[in-house]
RNA sequence: GGCGCCAUCGUCUAGCCUGGUUAGGACAGCGGCUUUUCAAGCCGUUAACACCGGUUCAAAUCCGGUUGGCGCUACCA
């Protein structure tokens, strides 16, 4: 059999991170068997569907560098690959559904149905709908259609009926059809619903695999009920756990579910994306944790996909980003870094940005944090002045350390190297302190106006002798006044 | 309410299928080292089998139930 994965967003908002997992996912079990990964845009609701957001599918599959084989841009095949350009295709076979009598027109008004749903709650039964109308002969379901405004079309649900699917994930799942209820397929005959438009799809696109998030399980019964009676073949399921907010209820756009290309615009790296949204729900059994997308499309399997949600955690993203950013060569980051810096920095040469970018890299979470991380370099930072000094050592100890580092840079001719600059200090140093800590923490503090910032030294370095002593005397009036 | 899915450290998880482990790893936390500051790195450490029963010499692992969580419950997808 020829794998063939899909995923099938529908662009009513941004690509949040639940699709793009259920898109790696797909990605890399047709990869690991040589399948083809699909994207069909689910647009069948017109109203709701915005060109933007099926754009930032694109472009979010394509930054992850999960691109798929066919889809509305490329082609393939099987287009169209969008919805809303397929209706001629669900047309043909609603009225075949239709005239063999396994759906039929309903004519009961959404206020009939809220009180039919009052009425089972109440008596604490399902809430499904049977309705009366199922076995109305079709010519006669027509007629009523040209008096009566209001009409939907719903699938006869057969009774009694025991639908079993076998998920790839979860074993053998198993649905009663007197618990699905007479379910809407389409509005008229030109405008399909979900449930339908999926199954006419995936027949169509001879989609073998269906792999998608977890709250679609309740679904597949339906979806399964369509393919028998339509004489389709069955698609494997794979159904996926969800993601998870910090409350252990599912991420969604209304809390926490951010956009993917927003964690791009943050400055986290496609590397670290891939590798941890595979590694939520996912894990090879191993010890190792690093994985590159390559390495993935050679070790997904379902066996090791997780059944329950996993929840989204920030700071292993951050680990893993911090991790992928350490990988990157100075020129790379530097790169990466460009469209983060502030815009004083844009004026600067190349060779300098480096410079700064190479000093902060092993504290870089994400890249936009170069922005904040190096302004002090362009432009002396405001700070309170308890944060000069060092634990808790005392005020007057703090302006010695800050005057003994005064007039040692008083007597440095600049230029000057690193090495030489580190071997005077410390050969100077006035003997009475404790550390180095207490000459080194509140020189850089004055320096750079931070509590985490490169070695005072190598801030030095780049500000200059007369920079550096402007910064040491500002922070020395700054301790003095109080 | 109904239906469905699920249940190991705070979080992601290994182990479960094929019963016997000091229940392992990673993130976060905490502590230490780096006889020089912030990070980074390295080392160490805290911390879990939801509960009750059954089967068995032996249960995280197999079975039943309970509880809890989540999802779905549209003329959305």
Known sequence: MIIRTRIAPSPTGLFHIGT??????????????????ILRIEDTDHERSK????????????????????DPLGGGLFGPYRQSERTEKYQIYLEKLLSEGNAFYCFHSEKELAVEQDRWTAERKQAFHECEYRN???????????????????????????????DLIRGEVSF??????????????????????????????????????????SNTPKQLLLIEALGFSRPQYAHLPLIL?????????????????????????????INFMAF?????????????????ENEFSFEKVQKAGAVFNQEKLDWFNAHYIKQ???????????????????????????????????????????KESTQFFFKEAGYDATLLAWKDSAE?????????????????????????LQDVFFAEIDKSFQGKGELLWPLRVALSGKKTSPSPFEIIEILGREESLRRVNGALMNLKRR
């Open 20 to 37: 793009a997992r259920t898109a790696l996912f797909n990605y890399l079990f047709a990869k690991r068997y040589g399948g083809k990964f």
């Open 51 to 70: 060109p933007e957001f099926e754009n930032d599918i694109f472009e979010g599959l394509k930054w992850l560098g999960i691109a798929p084989d066919e």
């Open 136 to 166: 109305t002969p079709l010519k006669e379901g027509e007629q009523i259609k040209k008096e009566k405004k209001s009409f939907v079309i719903r699938f006869k649900t057969p009774a009694g009926v025991t639908v079993m699917f076998r």
């Open 176 to 217: 009663e059809t007197s618990f699905v209820g007479d379910f809407s397929i389409a509005k008229d005959i030109t405008v399909p619903l979900y449930n339908f438009a999926v199954v006419v799809d995936d027949e169509l696109m001879k989609i073998s695999h269906v792999i998608r998030g977890e709250d679609h399980i």
């Open 245 to 273: 907010g910090a409350d252990r209820s599912k991420l969604s756009k209304r809390h926490g579910a951010i956009s993917l290309n927003e964690f791009r615009e943050q400055g986290y790296l496609r590397e670290a994306m």
């Open 280 to 296: 939520l729900g996912w894990n090879p059994g191993g010890e190792r944790e690093l994985f590159s997308l390559a390495e993935l």
């Open 328 to 370: 990157k060569t100075i020129d790379e980051l530097t790169q990466l870094c460009a469209p983060y810096f502030n815009p004083e920095s844009r004026i600067q040469n190349p060779e300098f940005l480096k410079k700064i970018v190479a000093l902060e890299q092993p504290r870089l979470k994400k890249l936009s944090d170069i």
């Open 396 to 420: 007057e100890k703090t302006i010695r350390a800050l005057e003994c580092a005064k007039t040692l840079l008083e007597r440095i001719a600049d230029p000057f190297e690193k090495i030489k």
